[in-house]
């Protein structure tokens, strides 16, 4: 069945870096689009990056661009992302999914399949 495992959180500096990882199983992740999710508490889950199957576009939210950075790897069947200049206000579960085509959408209920989530925290 399809499987999502988010992977690479943790505590970080204001500044820093993290990778997260999404590894997918039972479906061939360069076959959908993948997202990658954010819910800190007390607000309400927002989509952070997105990867497109059709022609590898990737997009950004505007409070995240120039400095997160989505990827794939094939021979891994796995999604990335860069996280680089951490700030508190990133701090949240970030969670990857899948979405049951290859265009990237931001409503969350366009997306089908969803991973745990993983814990990032930014503080000094």
């Known amino acids: 069945q399809v499987q999502l495992v988010e992977s690479g959180g943790g505590l970080v500096q204001p500044g820093g870096s993290l990778r997260l990882s999404c590894a997918a199983s039972?479906?061939?992740?360069?076959?959908?689009?993948i997202g990658w999710f954010r819910q800190a508490p007390g607000k309400e889950r927002e989509r952070v990056s997105c990867?497109?199957?059709?022609?590898?576009?990737?997009y950004y939210a505007d409070s995240v661009k120039g400095r997160f950075t989505i990827s794939r790897d094939s021979a891994k069947n796995t999604v990335y992302l860069q996280m680089n200049g951490l700030k508190p206000e990133d701090t949240a579960v970030y969670y990857c999914?899948?979405?049951?085509?290859?265009?990237?959408?931001?409503?969350?209920?366009?997306?089908?399949?969803w991973g745990q989530g993983t814990q990032v925290t930014v503080s000094s």
């Open positions: 990867i497109s199957s059709y022609d590898g576009g990737t």
């Open positions: 999914a899948q979405r049951s085509g290859y265009m990237c959408y931001e409503s969350l209920s366009e997306y089908d399949a």
């Open positions: 039972g479906f061939t992740s360069d076959d959908y689009a």
